[in-house]
């Protein structure tokens, strides 16, 4: 088993800025990539980024150039710096990890989640 336990989530002005962190525990192996996906009231979970192990990292086109993703593999953690932050970015933030075992069996764990709301 893996647990994920997010935090960072909190209200900001519009333009401002929050950092989530993720923390993965538990039984953790060849990690494919870790993640973050959030969901609004009323709409559908949405992907927000990824990164791999090696540091390659993906993007929503509507965090592009906003948020930024990070990872500290020797920890387990990730990151994400969220910036500019605007009335369309406000849900609930889940950090993800995926994992393959020998057999290429996937693994997909994910957080509580942790609310981030923006002032209107």
């Known amino acids: 088993q893996v647990q994920l336990v997010e935090s960072g989530g909190g209200l900001v002005l519009p333009g401002g800025s929050l950092r989530l962190s993720c923390a993965a525990s538990?039984?953790?192996?060849?990690?494919?990539?870790m993640a973050w996906h959030r969901q609004a009231p009323g709409k559908e979970r949405e992907y927000v980024a990824a990164?791999?192990?090696?540091?390659?990292?993906n993007y929503a086109d509507s965090v592009k150039g906003r948020f930024a993703i990070s990872t500290d593999n020797a920890k387990n953690t990730v990151c994400l710096q969220m910036n500019s932050l605007n009335p369309e970015d406000p849900a609930v933030y889940y950090c993800?990890?995926?994992?393959?075992?020998?057999?290429?069996?996937?693994?997909?764990?994910w957080g509580q989640g942790t609310q981030v709301s923006v002032c209107s």
């Open positions: 993800t990890i995926l994992m393959y075992d020998p057999q290429n069996l996937p693994y997909d764990y």
């Open positions: 538990g039984s953790i192996f060849n990690i494919d990539h």
């Open positions: 990164i791999l192990p090696a540091g390659t990292t």
